[in-house]
């Protein structure tokens, strides 16, 4: 998906004859045209759901730490037919499944460092990156009907789970995150496994073909019923991503449209780096997820009618709620707040406003400020400055030496 994001934009053609979306949605939701689409699109998705079947060549590439030493970071794959990564998973830990979008591998940097970032802001759980790029790899048409064989997968893989542990693993202690096409794709496996899943976070769900040009049947998408909390961040909804509530509660940073704040700059995951305004901005759902994992930073959102009610300030003294993997996995409602265009994006807590979600003690930031990850995190993002600076430096030295020959 990233890198090869603008590739989505073909799909989204339509959004120029149609204009704008939200309400020419509304407005033509049972015209011919739309039925002509909603038509076409679900008899797509109904034909794939339909063939829908395991697929071995999807790797769960997972990754946990040891209760013991927090920095001990232990790797090992699960994949249907092969036991021996299921008996590496720590059965005193909860599992959290990452599912990645369109032309994207599980092996990329952003999402090996989003994985890296969830094991240190959140030991309690076995987490899992869902590699389905064999699939993903495909036409943006071919990799959206191969979500149900990635959601069926996903599901299977819980199911042996609890089969062949059944004292320690439960679908009700599972957690599936998904973005753009992942996220649809998380929305299916917890519908096989009968909304049972204790969460799904949804990464601004892929629009075109699910809610573009036409809204599609929620069983063919994210919808509330696929687990038992659902929250979805909507980062470029009306094109890349879907402005459709999804979820149980739904969180619209900067009104939830293209551009994001941060889409000005440089993104800070690698291989999300985009200077289009609207791949930027889809790509920024998983910036936003990664930096929410700081519970030190928390995305916060105020319950509104709209974003543009939000901005007028009609709804500050509203309900609140949290965003991310410290949720507190009640609320319903759409949310909306304002990120800055750089790092961290939101303000630093000052006080915990939020009931049963404490600060990290001082021996715990202490633990984490020495831990190997942090200093890995830390050496990488030094390593990828000083190569900045060299190739400045290079640059610079290049243009004098042109000059000095003239």
Known sequence: MPGHVNHLLLLGCLLCLLGDVPR??????????????????????????????????????????????????????????????????DPNKKLALFLHGWNDQGSKDWVQELL??????????????????????????????????????????IMALE??????????????????????????????????????????PAGPLFSLPAEVAPKYRLDPGDAQFVQVLHTSGGSLGTSLKCG????????????????KMFANLRDMQNTNPVSCSHSAAA??????????????????????EFAAGYCDGNRKARFGIHS??????????????QQPYVPRRQANWLSGVGRMSSSKVSQVSQSPLVLRLWSNSWRRRERARERQRRDRDRERSLCANK
């Not at 045209?33 to 829908?52: C, G, I, P, V």
């Not at 062949?164 to 998380?186: C, D, K, M, W």
């Not at 609320?331 to 800055?340: K, N, P």
């Open 116 to 157: 890296l970032t969830w094991t240190l802001f959140d030991s309690n759980y076995n987490v899992c990156v869902v590699d389905w790029g064999n699939l993903s790899q495909n036409d943006y048409k071919s990799a959206s009907m191969s979500i149900f064989d990635v959601g069926l997968t996903v599901a299977g893989i």
């Open 248 to 263: 149980h509660a739904d969180f619209y940073p900067n009104g939830g449209r293209a551009p994001q704040t941060n889409c």
């Open 328 to 341: 507190q996995r009640r609320a319903q409602g759409s949310f909306y707040f304002r990120t800055a265009p």
């Open 287 to 308: 910036i936003f997820f990664r930096q929410s994992m700081d519970p030190e930073y928390p995305f916060v959102g105020y319950e509104c009618g709209s974003y543009r």
């Open 163 to 204: 089969e062949l542990r059944p004292n320690h693993f439960h679908r009700r202690n599972v957690t599936l995150a998904g973005y753009s096409l992942g996220a649809h794709a998380a929305g299916y496996a917890g519908a096989v496994l009968e909304g049972q899943v204790e969460q799904i976070i949804g990464l601004d």
């Open 24 to 89: 020419i949605e509304a407005f033509h939701r049972w015209s011919p045209m739309m039925k002509a689409f909603r038509y076409l699109q679900e008899t797509m998705l109904r034909n794939s759901l339909e063939r829908a079947h395991l697929n071995h060549g999807i790797v769960f590439e997972c990754r946990t730490i040891s209760a013991k030493d927090f920095g001990n970071e232990v790797h090992f794959n699960l994949q249907l037919g092969d036991l021996r990564g299921f008996r590496r998973l």
